[in-house]
């Protein structure tokens, strides 16, 4: 019974260990601050897959996908 309990734990260990996580998130701008993330396709920053803008009021946009490669500012307004 002990060797079923301990096989199990450690599957669900390498299952958990071997799970790709996903790509990075920007994080939240600050309030009364102007933020700019450029997302790439690659470590070689060259090409721009997209792109995200938030406002001083909080307005954003953005266009294209985000990707783990990013180029991130913020600056007070």
């Known amino acids: ?3 079923r309990v301990l096989m199990t734990v450690a599957l669900v260990a ?17 309030l009364d601050w102007y933020c700019h993330s ?3 396709s690659d470590s070689t920053y060259t090409t721009v897959v997209g ?4 406002g001083c009021s ?4 953005g ?4 990707s783990s490669h990013q180029d ?4 007070p307004c």
């Open 1 to 3: 019974m002990l060797r």
């Open 14 to 30: 390498a299952a958990v260990l071997a799970v790709p996580a996903g790509p990075a998130q920007a994080r939240a701008c600050p």
């Open 38 to 40: 450029i997302y790439y």
């Open 51 to 54: 792109e995200r803008v938030t």
């Open 58 to 61: 909080g307005d954003s946009y």
């Open 63 to 66: 266009w294209g996908v985000r």
């Open 72 to 75: 991130y500012t913020e600056s």
